[in-house]
């Protein structure tokens, strides 16, 4: 009898040291994970020059440790601002990836009807194209070398339902706003042929 109330007043401490670390443990565990801080994310693909609005952009908490200087944190208000490059759903936004300035080009997005052998297969939303403007000539006509209308610009979306029945494919892309009513006019006689940037 006299082992066993022993036997048991030893264990007692130890249960009591066990109950503590775990506690311990939870409480650094609670800790640790809360550390970070909330950090700007895109919430659906941008185009270079495209003026951030709410719906463009959330606020996700995460530990970025060293790198955290990188990036753009919550306590920066975003709204308003110039995007500098390509971002796609679900990165997180650079310190440098939004400017101010006000002589930022800002762009829009325009859209344009193009016949479907005039458009390059396999294009993909997001890579920047040439657009091209190619006017047809009758015979005995002198025929007029295509022009570059506008490079590098980037691919919003892309509707090819009627590709198979060799109708027209509709496109949106992002243009300069300078720039929107060059395109535009290009509309107006000829043809646009639409071809992909780099191979």
């Known amino acids: 009898m006299t082992l066993h109330k022993k036997t048991r007043s030893a264990r007692f401490p130890l249960a009591i040291s ?11 565990i609670a800790i640790f994970s809360n550390k970070g801080a909330d950090y700007w994310v895109i919430t659906a693909p941008i185009s270079p ?11 996700v908490h995460m530990n970025l440790d060293v790198s ?4 753009l944190s919550n306590s920066i208000e975003p709204l308003g601002m110039i995007s500098t490059r390509l971002m796609h759903a679900g990165e997180i936004i650079g310190s440098s990836d939004l400017t101010s300035a ?7 997005a325009v859209p344009i009807s193009v016949r479907s052998v005039d458009v390059a297969t396999g294009l993909n939303i997001g890579e920047n194209v040439d657009i ?10 002198n025929s007029i070398d295509p ?3 506008l ?27 300078t720039q ?20």
């Open 18 to 28: 066990l109950i503590v670390a775990a506690f311990v443990s939870a409480f650094l």
């Open 180 to 199: 929107v009513l060059r395109l535009l006019s290009a509309t107006t006689q000829g043809r646009l042929v639409v071809i992909r940037s780099h191979v």
């Open 132 to 141: 091209y403007w190619v006017l047809d000539t009758q015979i005995g006509e």
């Open 68 to 71: 955290s200087k990188f990036y």
């Open 147 to 149: 022009i570059l209308i």
């Open 151 to 177: 490079g590098g610009v980037t691919l919003l979306s892309i509707d090819d339902g009627g590709k198979n029945f060799g109708s027209d494919i509709g496109l949106s892309v992002a243009v300069e706003e």
């Open 49 to 59: 020059g495209h003026q951030i609005t709410s719906s463009d952009v959330s606020v």
């Open 102 to 108: 006000i002589d930022a080009m800002s762009t829009s």
